[in-house]
């Protein structure tokens, strides 16, 4: 079972429609949940993360995890075109040394059509 | 804004070739970091350096891979042979802290494609 998976879609919704991104893992050491954002031909630029299970918001996004199901998601409310782009779950463990040895999913492709 | 730069953003060469990639992170930035990214699969780290030394790294990361940080300001990865399947894209990043609290700041990538 692969560590970390993501359906790479692609996603097709319409412009303020609510979008739902999920992930889950195999590894239990995963400590801290992360949500990037990949546009074309661009770096990863990060959008959410959190260590806890329960809910995060911040403006129209809100990241989610569930820790005893091994599961993640990330909603996005009122969706615009600008956030056409690839998002990418990545997950790090509490080593001693970094904590940002990121381990990723392979990114779902969302298209937001005005 | 602050940001990650890395030079080239395209590089081709020929298998067994050596290849040098740049990255100069933000400036007040301690932790630093290279990923990968081969064609439709995932990013991948490579390795995490701080403090003029290598913190952690991948089985990727093997003898042929080496990172130095040669001046207070650059950050480079070195393949020293490359093989056809080292064509990726390269990320290099940065972070202020070692992690989570902080941010970690990817740069646009290096194409590396080996022929």
């Known amino acids: 079972q692969k560590e970390v998976e993501q359906d790479p879609g692609p996603l097709s919704v319409p412009e303020g429609a609510i979008v739902s991104l999920n992930c889950t893992y195999s590894n239990s050491a995963f400590q801290y949940f992360m949500w990037y954002r990949q546009y074309s031909r661009k770096g990863p630029e990060l959008l959410m993360y959190?260590?806890?299970?329960g809910n995060k918001e911040d403006g129209r996004f809100t990241a989610q995890v569930d820790k005893s199901s091994k599961y993640i998601s990330l909603f996005i409310r009122d969706s615009q075109p600008s956030d056409s782009a690839t998002y990418l779950c990545a997950m790090s463990e509490n080593s001693g040394g970094s904590n940002y040895k990121l381990t990723f999913g392979k990114g779902t492709l969302l298209t937001v059509n005005p | 804004e602050p940001e990650v730069t890395q030079t080239p953003s395209h590089q081709v060469t020929q298998m067994g070739q050596e290849v040098i990639l740049r990255c100069v992170p933000i400036?007040?930035?301690?932790?630093f970091y290279w990923y990968r990214q081969i064609l439709g699969q995932k990013v991948e780290f490579l390795v995490s350096?701080?403090?003029?030394?290598?913190?952690?790294k991948s089985e990727i990361f093997d003898d042929q891979f080496s990172v130095e940080r040669p001046d207070g300001s650059n950050f480079t990865l070195k393949i020293r042979s490359t093989k056809l399947e080292d064509s990726a894209m390269y990320f290099c990043?940065?972070?202020?802290?070692?992690?989570?609290?902080?941010?970690?700041?990817f740069g646009e990538g290096s194409r590396l494609t080996v022929l």
């Open positions: 959190t260590y806890s299970s």
């Open positions: 400036s007040n930035h301690l932790y």
């Open positions: 350096f701080y403090n003029n030394e290598i913190s952690e």
């Open positions: 990043a940065s972070s202020r802290d070692r992690g989570p609290a902080g941010e970690l700041f």
